[in-house]
């Protein structure tokens, strides 16, 4: 295996590991507590399971591919799980997409427009948007079995990576939707982000409390946000398009799921930071609270 494709490896299991290691804690400690839990922080306690859902199926992938690639014998008779293991992580992504598009919408909705917000929050249920990010996440097996016709047998002899076990019909529809998310997602972001930064000037001119530190912590989540999504899963997908000879799997390894973990860790960094801090600071709980939901202006 190449010096590269170990690196990239190792640096996703590290990643994946902080990612299971910390949303464990957030589920533990917050999900699962009915004490600790806040109603305006709904879908991010979903996410929280979602991304520890994830953590496990890179981490459980990633190991698959480490161990076992210079096995060619045990991968030709078990590439199989290459590509349920695939799946497993594909669909878990998927839905945590649509799940991330979901909160980016309800912010800029709650920001932008705060009347329609309060309407539509009350009429529709985050257990709803739930069910349909993972009925989304699934339909993939759908498309992969029974629209594209997979085969596990086609598989070629020498395939190491679940992007090379699909064919090309359930890439293009992989690339496509993924676009779709990707591009909406970052749209929404933008308004929401732009939106803060006008807000938070205009707030700086009229006040010099505590709405401008919360106006200003809000603005730097949303602009976090907004470079996880774009550096860490927009930008590795279009490398991987438009220079797949350097991009590809033979010299990176799964280069774009480790970039899609990595963002994910450090978000899920940022995250049990802002939830550890503010249970010692009331403002500062306040100013995450305003991020998604953005309840406390008005």
């Excluded at 014998?73 to 839905?95: D, K, P, Q, V």
């Excluded at 779709?180 to 009229?206: A, D, T």
Aim: with cysteine; hydrophobic share 45%.
């Amino acid at each position: 295996m190449k010096t590269a494709v170990l690196l990239v490896c190792f640096t996703g299991m590290v990643c994946a590991s902080i990612e299971v290691l910390l949303n464990t804690n957030l589920v533990w400690k917050i999900v699962l507590r009915k004490s600790q839990r806040k109603c305006e922080m709904g879908l991010f306690y979903y996410r929280f399971a979602l991304d520890l859902c994830f953590g496990l199926a890179l981490l459980s992938y990633i190991s698959f591919i480490l161990i076992f690639s210079e096995k060619s014998e045990f991968m030709i008779e078990h590439r199989n799980l290459l590509t349920y293991l695939g799946l497993f992580w594909s669909n878990t992504a998927s839905c945590r997409s649509i799940l991330a598009l979901a909160i980016a919408a309800e912010r800029a909705t709650a920001v932008c427009l705060p009347i329609l917000y309060r309407t539509v929050n009350l009429k529709i249920p985050n257990l709803l948007i739930l069910l349909v990010a993972i009925a989304y996440g699934l339909f993939e097996d759908v498309v992969l079995f029974k629209f594209c016709e997979f085969n596990v047998n086609s598989i070629p002899d020498t395939c190491k990576q679940f992007g090379c076990a699909i064919n090309k019909c359930f890439f293009s529809y992989f690339m496509l939707h993924r676009c779709i998310v990707f591009s909406i997602n970052i749209c929404v972001s933008i308004v929401l982000s732009v939106k803060l930064l006008f807000w938070n000037r205009k707030q700086s001119h009229q006040h010099k409390n505590n709405n401008n530190n919360k106006l200003s912590k809000a603005n730097r989540l949303a602009l976090l946000d907004t470079c996880t999504v774009f550096l860490f899963d927009f930008i590795p997908v279009l490398c991987g398009n438009m220079w797949p000879q350097y991009f590809s799997g033979e010299n990176l390894g799964p280069f774009t799921v480790v970039m899609k973990v990595t963002g994910c860790a450090i978000e899920s960094i940022v995250v049990s930071c802002l939830l550890k801090f503010g249970k010692h600071g009331k403002p500062k709980s306040h100013s995450l609270i305003a991020v998604t939901q953005s309840k406390s202006y008005k």
